[in-house]
């Protein structure tokens, strides 16, 4: 409890990469936002290291993640306080395995399902693919809300049931990304995530 406590304290507060100052306000953040989700769209081969808080209304899970993401294949490695202590999702647009700490593998048409069967905890890694980036998922039309702020980047989201709230951006190279991330949907399932390192890869 001590350590899921501190884990939500640092979430709260602004522990992470140094803050990247901000520059002068765009003139037309509208404009600004339709140049920003071209390169965040071409941004296809990235590694990004963290931590995820996972709570639901009676449990919550404290996960280090790292994830690796080259074209349409990823490779996410979980791990954390549920029973199998280590989780590895790889996969591509044909399907996902899922591999636990006694090297078993499971396969599945798609990752949420399949960490939920597995471990218990219920993280949108689909959409998160593109909300991680600062994109609303195109795999829905139901984007109810969204919010940009006075540099053109997306800082609030609701699309799907799910509401999404970029924190913090950081630099990265020449591009912004986010670094800190609460999401929640209204069947109580909260999950924030906060970077501690980005990198692009070429």
Same mark, same amino acid.
């Given at each position: 409890?001590?350590?899921?406590?501190?884990?939500?304290?640092?979430?709260?507060?602004?522990?992470?990469?140094?803050?990247?100052?901000?520059?002068?306000? $765009?003139?037309?953040?509208?404009?600004?936002?339709?140049?920003?989700?071209?390169?965040?769209?071409? +941004?296809?081969?990235?590694?990004?290291?963290?931590?995820?808080?996972?709570?639901?209304?009676?449990?919550?899970?404290?996960?280090?993640?790292?994830?690796?993401?080259?074209?349409?294949?990823?490779?996410?490695?979980?791990?954390?306080?549920?029973?199998?202590?280590?989780?590895?999702?790889?996969?591509?647009?044909?399907?996902?395995? +899922?591999?636990?700490?006694?090297?078993?593998?499971?396969?599945?048409?798609?990752?949420?399902?399949?960490?939920?069967?597995?471990?218990?905890?219920?993280?949108?890694?689909?959409?998160?693919?593109?909300?991680?980036?600062?994109?609303?998922?195109?795999?829905?039309?139901?984007?109810?809300?969204?919010?940009?702020?006075?540099?053109?980047?997306?800082?609030?989201?609701?699309?799907?049931?799910?509401?999404?709230?970029?924190?913090?951006?950081?630099? $990265?190279?020449?591009?912004?990304?986010?670094?800190?991330?609460?999401?929640?949907?209204?069947?109580?399932?909260?999950?924030?995530?906060?970077?501690?390192?980005?990198?692009?890869?070429?």
């Amino acid at each position: 409890m001590k350590r899921l406590l501190g884990f939500c304290l640092l979430l709260a507060g602004c522990a992470g990469a140094p803050p990247t100052p901000e520059p002068e306000p $765009v003139a037309s953040p509208e404009i600004t936002w339709q140049s920003r989700q071209l390169q965040l769209n071409a +941004l296809q081969n990235w590694q990004l290291s963290g931590r995820v808080m996972v709570s639901n209304e009676e449990d919550a899970w404290q996960l280090n993640v790292i994830w690796q993401q080259h074209d349409d294949n990823y490779d996410i490695k979980i791990s954390g306080p549920f029973g199998m202590g280590k989780v590895r999702l790889q996969g591509s647009e044909d399907g996902v395995f +899922l591999y636990d700490g006694d090297g078993h593998a499971y396969y599945a048409q798609e990752p949420d399902s399949l960490l939920l069967e597995h471990t218990g905890i219920f993280m949108p890694v689909t959409s998160l693919y593109y909300w991680i980036r600062g994109l609303p998922d195109p795999a829905t039309d139901d984007v109810q809300i969204s919010q940009l702020d006075a540099w053109g980047r997306l800082i609030h989201l609701r699309q799907d049931g799910w509401s999404i709230d970029m924190k913090r951006y950081v630099q $990265v190279d020449t591009l912004q990304l986010p670094d800190k991330l609460f999401i929640r949907n209204d069947k109580g399932i909260e999950v924030r995530m906060l970077v501690e390192a980005w990198k692009i890869k070429n």
